[in-house]
């Protein structure tokens, strides 16, 4: 329990130094987990947010909590064609074995800037 409290109070600590500067109209969550930066996402009023995660259990309670689709699959096999604005994956490539492939989509999911 401990160790949680402390992954979450690092995640806020992320998220509070990146809401600052997030001006998007599409953002993709890679590995939302709960929903916590979801649900500040909505507070700034962005249009589009999308989302993957790999255990279905967090992906049905962001489903529900939070009124809208998340994708559970692996991002590089993320079927959806849309561009991005930002994607965010907070403490997530380090769990991968290999996160080039994670990292090749993801820059391919991003609209050009």
Sequence with gaps: ?????????????????????????????????????????KEIVIRK??????????????????????SVCEVDRYPVQSRYDDIFALEVLENFNNPIPALAKMHHLLKDR
């Design 1 to 41: 329990m401990a160790r949680h409290k402390r992954f979450l109070h690092g995640q806020l600590k992320i998220i509070k130094i990146i809401m600052p500067i997030v001006s998007s109209d599409m953002v993709l969550e890679v590995g939302c987990g709960f929903g916590a930066l979801i649900s500040l996402l």
């Design 49 to 70: 947010i999308a989302a993957i995660e790999l255990d279905p259990d967090a992906a049905d309670f962001v489903s529900q909590s939070q009124d809208m689709e998340v």
